[in-house]
Nanobody, 122 residues
Framework: QVQVVESGGGLMQAGGSLRLSCAAS????????MGWYRQAPGKQRELVAT???????NYVDSVKGRFTISRDNAKNTVYLQMNSLKPEDTAVYYC????????????????WGQGTQVTVSS
């Protein structure tokens, strides 16, 4: 019914930049919240950043000032611009989408992308 596809991960040296993208498609009436989570080896998945439909953003302290989340409502797409990358940013990054469906009418759903690997070398 709904597909969530991420792109943009890869290998980068410390201090470099990467931009992740996540596009949602399918039976979508509206998207309330879009966000990025990450999971490093041996660690729990953690919230990185979120953005609601009105544009209000939220970040985990460790990425404030370095990462920027943004969204294109017309394209149902969320971006994560990651600057000044550090080795501790290495993780699989997951897109999260909280939305309202077209069908069944106004039912809600939460979807995850498949994950994209970000590796930062020192």
């Amino acid at each position: 019914q709904v597909q969530v596809v991420e792109s943009g991960g890869g290998l980068m040296q410390a201090g470099g930049s990467l931009r992740l993208s996540c596009a949602a498609s399918g039976s979508i009436f509206s998207i309330n919240l879009m966000g990025w989570y990450r999971q490093a080896p041996g660690k729990q998945r953690e919230l990185v950043a979120t953005i609601i439909s009105g544009g209000t953003t939220n970040y985990v302290d460790s990425v404030k000032g370095r990462f920027t989340i943004s969204r294109d409502n017309a394209k149902n797409t969320v971006y994560l611009q990651m600057n000044s990358l550090k080795p501790e940013d290495t993780a699989v990054y997951y897109c999260n989408v909280n939305l309202v469906h077209l069908d069944p009418w106004h039912s809600t759903g939460v979807y995850w992308g498949q994950g994209t690997q970000v590796t930062v070398s020192s």
